[in-house]
């Protein structure tokens, strides 16, 4: 089973090459073997496209997508601190939520900025 998966990922990335009389050029950087702890040897399959490994930071997201749209962008997605020494009073519950709200909104508007981008 395990060599027929290998065989299959071999085939996928294969780039024909005319060279010294060699028809096929496979370039091993363009296969990845990740192997992942607790399931059976069996479950082992070929992804044809990217796997992105990112812990789940809420229960609610998917653990999978298709036929998704992939935004590069060389930026973090944060409300970044600032620079300066600044003291934020808050004084009642209210304050904080509002607090939160603002930094939600801010996080969000950069987030519509790249959907509109990709639309």
Do not use: C, W, Y
Not at 55 to 68: C, Q, T, Y
Not at 92 to 102: I, K, N, V
Not at 104 to 112: E, P, R, T
């Amino acid at each position: 089973m395990l060599s027929q998966i290998a065989v299959n990922a071999t085939k996928q990335v294969a780039e024909k090459n005319e060279v010294n009389g060699v028809s096929l050029r496979v370039d091993l950087d363009n296969m990845k073997v990740e192997k992942k702890a607790g399931a059976s040897i069996h479950d082992t399959k070929l992804i044809k496209g990217i796997i992105l490994d990112k812990e789940v930071v809420r229960s609610g997201m998917p653990k999978l997508i298709k036929n998704a749209k992939i935004a590069l962008i060389n930026s973090v997605l944060e409300i970044e601190k600032t620079e300066m020494n600044a003291e934020i009073r808050i004084n009642d519950p209210q304050q904080m939520q509002g607090f939160l709200d603002e930094e939600n909104k801010m996080l969000k508007s950069m987030v519509d900025k790249i959907m509109k981008a990709m639309s």
